[in-house]
């Protein structure tokens, strides 16, 4: 298991994501638009809003578990399951780069 091209792969993606939740963020805060006065146009972009909301939000928790992933190779902590120390198989790192915990303890 090569940790510095998992490394490399694990900051493209947090690079991404903070992107995307950047962009959301200030679509968020009207700075990308301008919004109707009329109240049905209104309406429809808040209930618009509140599905990207909760996008922003999966966003922030996924950034948090980027950083903590890029975190646990640093301190060379990568491989080891956080609840019970067991080593995380490479497999499931391959499918889940971002785990903190091996399948057992995933349940």
Do not use: F
Not at 41 to 61: F, H, M, W
């Amino acid at each position: 298991m090569d940790l510095e091209q998992i490394r490399i792969a694990l900051e493209a993606q947090l690079k991404d994501v903070e992107g995307k939740s950047g962009r959301l963020k200030d679509h968020l805060r009207n700075k990308d638009r301008t919004l109707p006065s009329d109240w049905p146009d209104l309406a429809q972009i808040v209930g618009n809003d509140e599905v990207l909301e909760a996008l922003e939000v999966r966003s922030r928790e996924r950034i948090d578990s980027l950083q903590k992933a890029i975190g646990r190779i640093d301190a060379g902590l990568y491989t080891r399951c956080e609840n019970c120390g067991a080593t995380i198989a490479p497999e499931r790192l391959e499918l889940l780069p971002s785990t903190a915990i091996c399948a057992d303890c995933a349940g």
